[in-house]
Nanobody, 118 residues
Framework: QVQLVESGGGLVQPGGSLRLSCAAS????????MIWYRRGPGKERELVAS????????NYADSVKGRFTISRDNAKNTVYLQMDSLKPEDTAVYVC???????????WGQGTQVTVSS
């Protein structure tokens, strides 16, 4: 019932672009900040980008700043991650996370694979 489903991952060449989507259902989407995490092979989970519940405030990891853009459409219960100028080191499973603005409660998606390779 409470669910986040990512889509849009795939194989892309270095310098290419992908747009990830995360569709939310079963909860009040506008009460949650949304976060994209990623975990590459042999690496710890890394926070990639976050956006406030109303969409006005965003934060990015230094490694993706200027290349990735997070956005949300509360009317569609969806958060996006536009990824441009992709690098091989961006290869990872990208996971969507919803964090309640007031409570210690979070929802995790299953993830979508992004592979950047020539």
């Amino acid at each position: 019932q409470v669910q986040l489903v990512e889509s849009g991952g795939g194989l892309v060449q270095p310098g290419g672009s992908l747009r990830l989507s995360c569709a939310a259902s079963g909860f009040t989407f506008s009460n949650y900040a949304m976060i994209w995490y990623r975990r590459g092979p042999g690496k710890e989970r890394e926070l990639v980008a976050s956006i406030a519940s109303v969409g006005g405030s965003t934060n990015y990891a230094d490694s993706v700043k200027g290349r990735f853009t997070i956005s949300r459409d509360n009317a569609k219960n969806t958060v996006y991650l536009q990824m441009d100028s992709l690098k091989p080191e961006d290869t990872a499973v990208y996971v969507c996370n919803a964090k309640h603005v007031l409570r210690q409660y979070a929802i995790w998606g299953q993830g979508t694979q992004v592979t950047v390779s020539s």
